[in-house]
């Protein structure tokens, strides 16, 4: 047993068949916990926690965190949203609901039953950021009209909720900014980078760069993030925020250029349009974690990147549905005509 599982919990996980949600499940119910699992399956799949079903300490529910949801749990870990900008401006409006009201109904849960809750906020806090590397205590760069702001003005709220309920309500509140994350169990259809990327050239077709490729991000391997979570949901000093992540710096063509190499395909890389507002640099500092949790992360961008490719190299793609058309980004566009038609101040 961990150092961090004295004692089994009942732990409820919002948007736990996710990505980051399956992979925390995995762990809670490997360490014993009672682990309930919540999810709309918007961008998840059942399929992702198809291993932990027949887990006695393991229990799925179809529910949407932005309707209220009661139970009695020790701990909260509220990872619902989704993350991939394809999909988060799929439907803003949603997107927002579900970072704000979600937030809400999970802190009105957890102060009904005194549970410990932990928002997973996100790097986006920090918008188009001008300072590098991105401390806790930069209070960021964040257009509130645009695009991408549905997810990072839901994502402010939802910490402004999370504060606010602790100074008003005394709710015991733990809040993370997670930058980029990738890793096995990556849906294939998910449109961020890594898993395009990837399966661009597992299947020989073109890279699609957007931009010039110099936009920079910092990948972490899901377990050293999830490592991370877990470590900072049980400690008692800090209740954030604090952001996890690598401090590992790449630009999106070495990316591209890391991922020919290690699949060896001869895909070419060709550039599309920059989405509207995308960042053009993220790098964590990553202080803060690094004392207070003694957390580092361990797996480096090659090592993660192998293992990812082992795990899309051998995904059957029949079961995967793609929950949206992956061209909600290119929605700039729109936005850039009804600017002119209607006059929206830049
Ligand atoms: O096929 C692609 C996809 C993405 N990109 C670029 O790669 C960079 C990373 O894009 P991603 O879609 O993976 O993710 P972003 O960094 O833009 O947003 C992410 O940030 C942190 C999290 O909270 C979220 O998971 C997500 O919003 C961007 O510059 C994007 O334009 C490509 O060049 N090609």
Redesign the pocket.
Known sequence: MSSETKEFKRILVTGGAGFLGSHLCRRLVREGHDVVCMDNFFTSQKTNVTDLLDKPNFELVRHDVTMPFFIECDQIYNMACP????H?QFNPVKTMKTSVLGMMNMLGLAKRVRARILQAS???VYGDPNITPQPESYWGHVNCTGV?SC?DEG?RCAETLCFDYHRQNQVDVRVIR????YGPGMHPYD????S??IV?ALNGQD?????D?S?T?SFCFVDDLVDGIVRFMNQDECIGPVNLGNPHEFT?KQ??ERTIQLTGSKSKLIN?P??HD??KQ?RPDITLARELLKWEPKVQLDEGLQKTIDYFAHVDMRTFKKPTQHDA?TNSRVDEKDAKKRKVAK
């Open positions: 993350a991939s900008p394809v988060y996100t790097s986006e991408r997810y994502k997670i930058f980029n994350t449109g961020r980078v890594v395009n990327f661009q890279i699609t760069i957007y931009g490729g936009q991000r999106i990316l591209a599309e920059l989405p995308d960042p993220r980004h």
